[in-house]
């Protein structure tokens, strides 16, 4: 009979005899038991087989979710941007107005009129309340 050897508790190895004789046990089960316990396998069974169908799921619901995202983000700026466009048409259209007048004021400026850098040319483009306004801020302007 040849020695097996394991370590013992401070490293080194020690001598060990082979086992004269094996002892089996058997626990049986009864009718019963064996019932209770292939309903649980059943049972465990259909919790793993959900468990990876939801993971599947999940695996290709998460890049589709974002992809779709994705396509509605692009669409929604497709739309505001159709619908932003006669707003950026209109707010061009202001602004070019304001810098061809923002020239004639200072054409008329230049050719001698001293208030026309507040109130415009001919002494109040825009009516007598931006008149009034700029009489205000020249007012602020000279006395502060």
């Known amino acids: 009979m040849e020695k097996v050897s394991r370590r013992n508790g401070n490293g080194s ?5 082979a086992p004269d004789s094996v002892l089996t046990h058997r626990i049986e ?3 019963w038991e064996r019932d ?3 309903a649980q396998i059943k049972t465990d069974d259909t919790e793993d087989a959900i468990r990876l169908g939801l993971e599947i799921v ?9 992809v779709l995202t994705g396509y509605a983000v692009y669409q929604g ?3 505001f941007s159709s619908l932003t466009d006669p707003l950026k048409d209109k707010a061009e ?5 304001r810098a061809g007048q923002a020239a004639a004021n200072a054409a008329a400026a230049a050719g001698g009129d001293p208030m026309a850098a507040f109130f415009g040319p001919g002494g109040g483009v825009g009516g007598p309340a931006r008149a009034a306004y700029g009489a205000g801020m ?7």
């Open 13 to 17: 190895r020690m001598p060990r005899a």
């Open 93 to 97: 259209e202001i602004a070019a107005s």
């Open 77 to 79: 700026m497709t739309a």
């Open 58 to 66: 999940q695996a290709v619901a998460m890049p589709a979710a974002l």
């Open 36 to 38: 209770a316990l292939a």
């Open 138 to 144: 020249l007012w602020r302007w000279m006395f502060s």
């Open 29 to 31: 089960l009864g009718t």
